[in-house]
């Protein structure tokens, strides 16, 4: 028997791995073995790394994901629900392994990573549409590109007959037809994704400066019925497009030297999603989800380094004090 819904919830779909990571100097170069890292292992995946940063900024959080039968999607599973995600509609795959990454972290904390999807790339369209129900009554949805294409067209299709707030976290960038675009509210990218993705579109060439671009880019995709492109920028901040009022805010980041970035971007869609269900505004949601990040980037691992509620609600207080939003 299926536990009555909370409401409201943030749903969270895509993937769930195994981060197997190793810490060292500097990333090798091609056909080179560097020796001296170490080695950690961490739960991670973007979908589940999400879902967590979500729960933990409080915001009642549902995962929908294909795991394997095997040890690591047992410890993916136990560890959700340890963190208080409903793990209810998570599938379970006795035929493939769970997803696993490999991911190298050099002394500045930036990373270089390889993932072997397994089970994620199973998620079909059919067992989405079994879950219906459950897309269809969140408040607020977020899908990453970890899981098939056909798959994510589908769960944009049934959140549209609902009242969902749906984003886009379109990593890794793959190609993305208009129809699927033309049905989602908010797309976040980074600035590499969002170029790529412009040009996957096949639309006229960009001029001018990185943020000329980034604003151009941001137009042109807002085209297709996007109605907000926040375009994350790392140490930078980010920006957002807002179509509707055809107009930029820039926000800027802490300047925090980063330990780990692996799992920052997820922090801050996670939380975003999260504020957003919680009734907050756009713009303070992006602030509370820069906030957050700003204490992930300090901390190794994905899911182990998001943060909790009243350590971004402090990080925020900080953020208004310090920081000035640029309008334009």
Request: hydrophobic share 40%; net charge negative.
């Amino acid at each position: 028997m299926s536990t009555p819904l909370p409401d409201p919830y943030t749903l969270i779909i895509g993937s769930s791995n195994m981060d197997l990571n190793i810490y060292s100097r500097r990333f090798p170069k091609p056909g080179e073995t560097v020796t001296g890292g170490v080695f950690r292992q961490f739960l991670g995946g973007k979908g589940a790394n999400q879902a967590v940063a979500s729960v933990r900024s409080g915001s009642n959080t549902i995962f929908i994901g294909k795991i394997g039968m095997d040890t690591f999607g047992n410890d993916m599973v136990s560890q959700l629900n340890k963190e208080g995600v409903n793990i209810e509609y998570v599938i379970r795959d006795p035929l493939e392994s769970s997803g696993v990454a490999f991911i190298l972290i050099d002394e500045k904390g930036e990373n270089m990573i390889s993932v072997a999807p397994g089970a994620n790339f199973k998620l079909s369209p059919e067992e989405v549409r079994d879950r219906s129900e459950i897309i269809r009554n969140a408040k607020c949805l977020v899908v990453q590109m970890e899981i098939p294409i056909e798959t994510i067209e589908e769960i944009y299709k049934i959140a549209s007959q609902g009242n969902v707030v749906k984003i886009l976290n379109p990593a890794p960038l793959k190609p993305i037809s208009p129809s699927i675009l033309s049905k989602i509210d908010i797309i976040i990218p980074n600035e590499g994704e969002l170029i790529q993705l412009h040009s996957l579109l096949k639309f006229k060439n960009l001029k001018g400066n990185d943020n000329e671009k980034i604003i151009q880019a941001s137009k042109h995709i807002s085209h297709l019925g996007v109605k907000t492109i926040i375009t994350t920028l790392g140490k930078k901040g980010c920006v957002i497009y807002d179509a509707i009022t055809d107009s930029i805010t820039k926000v800027p980041a802490f300047e925090i030297p980063a330990v780990d970035t692996v799992g920052a971007g997820d922090c801050f869609n996670g939380v975003l999603a999260s504020k957003i269900c919680q009734g907050e505004e756009l713009l303070t949601s992006v602030i509370y989800a820069t906030a957050a990040a700003s204490i992930a980037i300090t901390r190794q691992g994905a899911q182990a380094s998001m943060p909790y509620r009243s350590e971004i609600e402090d990080r925020f207080n900080d953020y208004n004090a310090n920081h000035t939003i640029e309008y334009q």
